[in-house]
């Protein structure tokens, strides 16, 4: 059984940086593609970065340039370095796994997890 458990989220003001992690429990990691979503109060989840086994990467545009997806498979944790943060990337963020090849349609993620809270002040 595969369990997703993030970590890292907190307050910070507006410019400021943070990096979640997402630790991975279970026996598959390294070949599936792995994602993070976000969701704001009172708005749908959306799509933030997403890294393949092979460590291609992709950008949401609110975050080019200031987010940073990684993975280190043999910690087995996927990690989101946020830099430069906005009052709107204040959400609940989520990794999520998928065994197959990465996209932002979130029902190919089977697994998720309990997300960690991040807010940002103005």
């Known amino acids: 059984q595969v369990q997703l458990v993030e970590s890292g989220g907190g307050s910070v003001q507006a410019g400021g940086s943070l990096r979640l992690s997402c630790a991975v429990f279970?026996?598959?990691?390294?070949?599936?593609?792995m994602v993070w979503f976000r969701q704001a109060p009172g708005k749908e989840r959306e799509r933030v970065a997403a890294?393949?086994?092979?460590?291609?990467?992709r950008y949401a545009e609110p975050v080019k340039g200031r987010f940073t997806i990684s993975r280190d498979n043999a910690k087995k944790t996927l990690y989101l370095q946020m830099n430069s943060l906005k009052p709107e990337d204040a959400a609940m963020y989520y990794c999520?796994?998928?065994?197959?090849?990465?996209?932002?349609?979130?029902?190919?993620?089977?697994?998720w997890g309990q997300g960690t809270q991040v807010t940002v002040s103005s």
């Open positions: 279970g026996y598959i990691y390294s070949s599936y593609c």
């Open positions: 890294i393949d086994s092979g460590g291609t990467t």
């Open positions: 999520a796994a998928s065994q197959l090849v990465c996209s932002w349609y979130q029902p190919q993620y089977k697994y």
